[in-house]
């Protein structure tokens, strides 16, 4: 029997803000799924415009917070006041603008070194999805960089071909800061669903590079089984498909 394959859904909107208003319109849709399915909804987080999407967004839609978990699809291993912490822009944007509390946030300790942050991360988010083999994400909001990572998952690293664990420390980040923590690939692949959500010229190489000639890139290789992947783009980042 063959394996499952991914569902792959492309939107196609006009421009950036209509990009995040579709982005938290299906986050709200799965939401309340997840929430009336199973009594939680747990979501993996990233920074860059998806961050700016998100916090923009979220505050407007219609779900029961409480039953939300929060987790990152990486972080940088810096300080939670350092410009460049992932968990302080969503903290920023939703803890206050949102009913969401600081304690439904799952955070890498950026006190620990690399690895045995990552250890300890692995730990925290196996506590929230006990004795699975992977974890089961109904969600994970992910970025493109420029060179076709996503997460901490770079072009030719070593973290790329992990196969065991679920989350992994990165040392040596080519984009700073060096030190990082991200999920694998195999945790990544086992969600309901991963989104990458994007807008403007500046995304349209990359789109194409991977949605048009399907380059073997980090961001290619994210195919949820049997889940959905859903990319989002508005037409200038789309402009080269």
Request: charged share 25%; hydrophobic share 40%.
């Amino acid at each position: 029997m063959a394996p499952p394959v991914s569902k792959v859904v492309r939107k196609i909107v006009k421009n950036e803000e209509e990009v995040a208003k579709e982005l938290c319109t299906l986050i709200e849709k799965l939401s309340n799924e997840a929430i009336s399915a199973r009594g939680q909804f747990s979501i993996g987080l990233s920074g860059g415009s998806m961050a700016k999407f998100v916090c923009g967004g979220l505050p407007g839609i219609t779900t029961t917070w409480a039953k939300w978990k929060l987790f990152f699809c990486d972080e940088r291993l810096v300080s939670f006041t350092d410009p460049e912490s992932t968990y302080k822009i969503y903290r920023a944007g939703l803890v206050g603008p949102t009913p969401l509390t600081e304690d439904q946030f799952v955070i890498v300790n950026p006190d620990l070194e690399v690895k045995a942050a990552a250890e300890d991360y692995e730990k925290k988010v196996q506590a929230i999805f006990p004795n699975k083999e992977w974890p089961c994400f109904d969600l994970l909001l992910l970025g493109m960089g420029p060179d076709g990572h996503t997460a901490s998952l770079f072009p030719g690293h070593v973290a790329l071909d992990e196969n065991k664990a679920w989350v992994v420390g990165v040392s040596d980040s080519p984009k700073p800061p060096p030190c990082r923590v991200t999920l694998t690939l195999p945790a990544i692949n086992h969600s309901a669903c991963c989104v990458f959500a994007m807008a403007g010229q500046g995304k349209a190489d990359m789109v194409k590079r991977v949605l048009g000639d399907g380059e073997d890139l980090p961001c290619s290789r994210v195919k949820p089984s049997p889940g959905q992947l859903v990319w989002i783009l508005d037409e200038a980042a789309a402009a080269k498909l």
